[in-house]
């Protein structure tokens, strides 16, 4: 491949390579993994777990983007009991309209939505009292003895998060009083957790996990955006519940990251108030514009980069290159700066985009969503080689795009690339 030599701020020089074409980038890319039979994956439609088409019952009513905190719990609940099922994906409210058709089925427009047997049940708690009755619980059920406390526990630590969170303090006493709150109730969580000799609440992944699931990730993910609180460094039974579940494919094929969720988050919740510390700016930075892991020990996952996750994040980029590339005038280089920055995660190899290309590298590196678009190592690594290509625009290296929005998510409308994700 043929090299040339650029130069830094600092006119050190460089080996740079010019960026492979699309040809060469497509032969580079694997084949998809099966969205049907394969690993839990957030592109799927269909999932049969061995068995015809036939047995399907259930149809999941979900949000496009894998936002939605109860779609994720009814979601892995149907994949931890490997339920056969149909999935439909829903407009939510912060990035667009809901379908017509949805509403016609569901007035309020509530997700998750799910039909069994052509019986449709709104409400994630009742969903999942719905299956147990139909399919069995996934260990002790929803309303077993052993689970309505550690229920009860999870609303009182989401009432703590909120508090914390999604209300503005007036003082540094306020916000210290908060942070003590919250810490009192994740506290409170260890203890139920060092009930037992495994990681989990009871013997064995159970529904008593599943319902902390969807908002202790969000927690660990906004609380460290916004508040610089290391979640699960702060509490080690956490930390290692949080271990135990990403050894679970079905867990990591729903899980999500800090960038992802400290983003989604605002529209859904009505605001999220940062700290606005030293340490919390660095770290929401940090977070938003690499490099990744953000601190060492890593507090986003445990589970280490798949051998094949640039590969992956390449293939996702390929299936979609005709709406990105749509998004750019013709004449604006991001094509071939595209190009440079998948050359990069393939590759390694340092390309330099056409000049002023920073900022389009940027606002893309800004709008990769885990796991809508892809795994939380494959979005890293995506989003590293967008950020290192962009460092090397020779005319404007450190422009950012517009902040993202905060009060809702149409940037993020998902419409243009429903015809290349069937």
């Given at each position: 491949m043929m090299r040339l030599m650029s130069r830094d701020s600092s006119s050190t020089p460089w080996p740079v390579d010019l960026p492979l074409d699309w040809g060469a980038l497509q032969r580079l890319a694997p084949i998809e993994a099966d969205r049907v039979e394969g690993p839990t994956n957030s592109q799927s439609t269909l999932?049969?777990?061995?068995?015809?088409?036939?047995?399907?019952?259930?149809?999941?009513?979900?949000?496009?983007?894998?936002?939605?905190?109860?779609?994720?719990?009814?979601?892995?609940?149907?994949?931890?009991?490997?339920?056969?099922?149909?999935?439909?994906?829903?407009?939510?409210?912060?990035?667009?309209?809901?379908?017509?058709?949805?509403?016609?089925?569901?007035?309020?427009?509530m997700l998750p939505a799910l039909e069994i047997d052509g019986q449709l049940v709104t409400e994630s708690d009742h969903i999942l009292e719905a299956l147990e009755a139909n399919f069995g619980p996934l260990g002790p059920g929803m309303n077993d003895p052993a689970v309505l406390p550690l229920r009860r526990l999870e609303r009182l630590i989401f009432r703590s998060w909120c508090q914390w969170l999604c209300e503005p303090s007036r003082s540094i006493e306020q916000e210290s009083r908060r942070r003590d709150g919250y810490r009192r109730a994740a506290k409170d969580m260890e203890t139920a957790l060092q009930q037992t000799q495994g990681p989990f609440f009871?013997?064995?992944?159970?529904?008593?996990?599943?319902?902390?699931?969807?908002?202790?990730?969000?927690?660990?993910?906004?609380?460290?955006?916004?508040?610089?609180?290391?979640?699960?460094?702060?509490?080690?039974?956490?930390?290692?519940?949080?271990?135990?579940?990403?050894?679970?494919?079905?867990?990591?094929?729903?899980?999500?990251?800090?960038?992802?969720?400290?983003?989604?988050?605002?529209?859904?919740?009505?605001?999220?108030?940062?700290?606005?510390?030293?340490?919390?700016?660095a770290i929401a930075r940090r977070i938003d514009q690499g490099p990744w892991p953000v601190q060492l020990?890593?507090?986003?996952?445990?589970?280490?980069?798949?051998?094949?996750?640039?590969?992956?994040?390449?293939?996702?980029?390929?299936?979609?290159?005709?709406?990105?590339?749509?998004?750019?005038?013709?004449?604006?280089?991001?094509?071939?700066?595209l190009r440079a920055a998948l050359t990069r995660l393939i590759q390694g190899s340092a390309c330099v985009p056409p000049p002023g290309c920073a900022v389009r590298l940027r606002d893309l590196r800004d709008h990769i969503s885990v796991p809508r678009d892809m795994p939380l190592h494959s979005a890293r690594l995506l989003r590293q080689a967008l950020e290192d290509t962009a460092r090397l625009d020779p005319l404007s290296p450190d422009?950012?795009?517009?902040?993202?929005?905060?009060?809702?998510?149409?940037?993020?409308?998902?419409?243009?690339f429903l015809t290349t994700s069937r």
């Open positions: 999932r049969l777990f061995g068995q015809p088409e036939t047995s399907v019952r259930v149809t999941l009513y979900r949000d496009h983007h894998a936002w939605c905190p109860y779609c994720q719990k009814v979601w892995l609940w149907l994949e931890e009991r490997q339920v056969p099922y149909r999935i439909r994906k829903v407009t939510m409210f912060c990035y667009g309209e809901k379908e017509s058709w949805y509403r016609q089925r569901v007035p309020s427009g009871l013997d064995g992944f159970s529904t008593a996990d599943l319902v902390f699931v969807p908002y202790l990730e969000r927690m660990a993910a906004s609380l460290l955006y916004y508040k610089a609180y290391a979640l699960r460094q702060e509490h080690p039974a956490i930390d290692r519940w949080f271990q135990a579940l990403e050894q679970r494919a079905t867990y990591l094929g729903t899980q999500s990251d800090s960038h992802t969720h400290a983003h989604d988050l605002p529209p859904q919740m009505g605001g999220c108030y940062p700290s606005g510390t030293t340490e919390q700016q020990p890593d507090p986003e996952t445990s589970a280490a980069a798949p051998d094949d996750a640039a590969a992956v994040a390449l293939a996702r980029v390929l299936r979609h290159r005709s709406v990105l590339l749509e998004r750019h005038p013709a004449n604006s280089g991001f094509d071939q700066a422009e950012q795009p517009p902040a993202i929005p905060q009060h809702h998510r149409r940037d993020q409308d998902p419409r243009p």
